[in-house]
């Protein structure tokens, strides 16, 4: 299953898409689909580990995809009215802003094949690729890209 072709809730706000880890692991979360179809926002998942956190922020952002992680400590100490006031000032956060992204290349080995699978999904149109991504997306990308032997610009606007 690809994420760039799930039936994804379109609102400012939403959750959880991405079904594979990032390139090496082998871990699941939850299930993508499912997840497509609840209205937003909702908890994804209570008692993760840090790292466990950033892994789904990680594929969270490797589609387009809006999240936040708090303790749960927070969330179940917090009052409606303040998550409430966090949740609208995150639908506003330059962060998750779209911009335009050029990928130019990706060298032939099978790390830029996972990164380009991870970010953009099985089909991808010749290079150079324009496409739109939230701002978080575009300077994950950028990095990765980098380490990998990848090409990927910003383009203005």
Known sequence: MDCN???VQRSPVTQWTRRVA????????????????????????????????????????CCDIVS?????AVLSNADSGYLAELYGSLMHADEFDKVSIRLVSVPPHPK???????FIGNHVPALPFEMPAMRKKARVMIHWAKKIGAEVTPLPG
């Open 68 to 72: 936040v992680f708090l303790a749960d």
């Open 22 to 61: 990032p390139p090496g692991s082998t871990q699941k979360l939850v299930d993508a689909e499912f997840q497509t179809r609840r209205k937003p926002p909702f908890v994804v998942k209570r008692e993760l580990t840090a790292t466990d956190a950033m892994l789904a922020q990680f594929e969270l952002v």
């Open 112 to 118: 830029a094949r996972a990164f380009v699978q991870q």
């Open 5 to 7: 072709r799930l039936p």
